[in-house]
């Protein structure tokens, strides 16, 4: 019975939600009227800036950004936002396993993962941009440094939870090493791991900003990055706009893959996590 | 060594010590020695940490003994096997596999073909009672039901030697009693093309009493006492009244603590005590 509400839930709207953004545009607005467009341009502008600039940007071409729009922008930043969190995901979540069943790897790694963890994204990004250049790669790796240390720790944790007996249950019925691997250590801790990835993601985007602020070529960083030099306020709101709308449509949609792909868990209804 | 046949299980001077955190070195079985024969239904009752769930785990082969040798079959257990299937006490059902596939999983562990061992696993979940639940996530069962799962999983993957470690000791009274219909009803079914031994934990006297042809008696590590449970099956509450089901009742009493031992015969009585006072 619990089934059915959940699968209503995830299509489900809050109209709690909406009213929340409905405030927001109106608070905006009512500042608008105090503040010189300079400073805030109202929400209608930003709007028609962004349908101004989504596929060609006049403007940016007097910055040195010729032929570029919001959208082949965000579609780059988008694609580094991926591939940094799967590659991230994916380094960081194997870590944690292995780092969970062997107590020395352990022990020699925690340390090393955590003390990263700590650096601040402003203090490295430097360091990858003399090492890795202001390509794509810089700017990747960076991201996937933080996501792969988010995804070692929670990983680490699900598997140090997992109950024991699962594992000793699938022995006495005959399983394989490999199989306790695919069939009980990672399903098993799937919910938590995805959790992490779905913060890792939310993360990530600002990082690819900050990464691309900081020294790149394209992306929507870039654009902030060249629009805060001209002072164009609108310009930089589209553009965040953009990027916090992305975000915002790409936690949803691996909401619903992780709904999906966790439904025998409790903790994989909408708004449980 | 062989062993002789008719034989299932053979415990030779089996121990088992643990380090406990404070450093001191806890017994868990002294040199236990004992035979169960093939088929039969043996209960080990005792007071908590007396080493009933250590031989378990020793049997399952998820934990080597510190000394001595345990056979099973013809075989020194050393480590996990399909043979000896394992009901645990805590919920052990995977709950990221649907019912179904929980019963099918030993099968499909060992190779059987998908459609042979979905026929298994859905006769074994319609003998339990819950070929109406086959495509549900164990999360929407109950505890009863979840028990059910494991007990069908264990017949399903058609261990010789079945080990039940206090199965359905969280259970309420009708639930238990139920499953103690369902578990005896697969046993006997399925005991007739090949003997299906049980080894069944439990603290529940009436519990071992309705269950179980031998029931051991452990404490402290050690084997106290050996019963031999001869009233016929099915046994029902009036089975519980016959004179020797009444005294063996009062002998596990009284190793459990729960009355006192008469001094020369034994055999114990609170009755006999109350009209001795």
């Not at chain 1, 502008?45 to 600039?53: C, K, L």
């Not at chain 2, 250590?54 to 000394?67: V, Y």
């Not at chain 2, 006297?205 to 009233?231: K, S």
Request: hydrophobic share 50%; charged share 15%.
């Amino acid at each position: 019975m619990g089934r059915k509400s959940r699968r209503r839930g995830i299509l489900r709207i809050d109209p709690v939600g909406i009213f929340g953004v409905f405030l927001l545009i109106m608070i905006w607005q009512a500042l608008t009227l105090a503040l010189p467009p300079s400073s805030l341009p109202t929400p209608s502008s930003v709007v028609a800036r962004i349908g101004r600039d989504f596929i060609r940007a006049e403007e940016l071409s007097f910055y040195g950004l010729a032929d570029t729009g919001l959208l082949n922008s965000m579609i780059y930043t988008a694609t580094n936002v991926m591939i940094a969190v799967a590659l991230g995901s994916l380094v960081g979540t194997i870590a944690g396993f292995v780092t969970a069943r062997f107590h020395n790897v352990r022990a020699i790694l925690d340390p090393i993962v955590m003390t990263m963890g700590t650096i601040p994204i402003l203090v490295l990004a430097p360091f990858f941009l003399i090492w890795f250049g202001v390509e794509r790669m810089s700017a990747v790796l960076l991201v996937v440094l933080y996501v792969a240390v988010i995804l070692y720790i929670f990983a680490q944790r699900a598997a140090d939870n997992l109950d024991p007996v699962y594992e000793e249950y699938a022995y006495t019925l005959g399983a394989s090493s490999k199989r306790i691997v695919w069939d009980i250590l990672i399903p098993g801790t799937v919910p938590q791991v995805l959790g992490g990835i779905r913060i890792a993601l939310a993360g990530a985007w600002g990082l690819e900003a900050i990464a691309e602020l900081l020294g790149a070529q394209y992306g929507i960083g870039k654009i902030i990055q060249v629009l805060a030099g001209a002072t164009d306020v609108q310009g930089i709101f589209a553009a965040l706009i953009v990027l916090g709308l992305v975000a915002v449509i790409s936690d949803g949609l691996a909401a619903l893959v992780f709904a999906h792909v966790a439904a025998w868990s409790a903790a994989a209804r909408p708004g449980g996590n | 060594m062989r062993l002789e046949n008719g034989i299932a299980i053979k415990a030779s001077q089996l121990s088992q010590s643990f380090r406990r955190a404070d450093g001191q070195l806890v017994d868990a079985l002294s040199s236990v020695n004992f035979e169960v024969l093939k088929g039969q239904f043996v209960c080990l009752i005792g007071p908590s940490g007396c080493g009933k769930t250590t031989l378990l785990q020793i049997i399952a082969g998820l934990l080597l003994p510190s000394s001595g040798i345990l056979e099973v079959g013809n075989q020194v257990v050393t480590r996990p096997s399909p043979e000896r299937g394992m009901v645990f006490q805590k919920d052990s059902v995977f709950p990221w596999m649907r019912v179904i596939n929980n019963v099918e999983y030993g099968l499909a562990c060992r190779g059987v073909g998908s459609g042979e061992r979905r026929a298994i696993a859905e006769h074994y979940l319609e003998r339990v009672g819950l070929a109406h639940v086959a495509r549900a996530w164990p999360r929407e069962l109950s505890g009863g039901m979840l028990k059910r799962v494991a007990v069908a999983t264990v017949f399903a993957n058609g261990a010789s030697v079945l080990l039940l470690d206090e199965p359905f000791g969280a259970l309420d009274y009708v639930t238990k009693r139920h499953l103690h219909n369902v578990l005896l009803t697969l046993w006997a079914e399925t005991g007739r093309n090949k003997p299906r031994t049980v080894l069944f934990v439990t603290h529940d006297v009436d519990e071992a009493l309705i269950l179980a042809d031998r029931i051991l008696v452990f404490h402290t590590g050690r084997i106290v006492d050996d019963l031999a449970l001869v009233a016929p099956r099915p046994r029902t509450t009036d089975t519980l009244l016959m004179p020797q089901m009444v005294q063996n009742k009062h002998l596990l009493l009284a190793h459990l603590g729960l009355e006192t031992k008469q001094a020369g015969t034994g055999a114990t009585s609170s009755i006999v005590r109350a009209a001795n006072d």
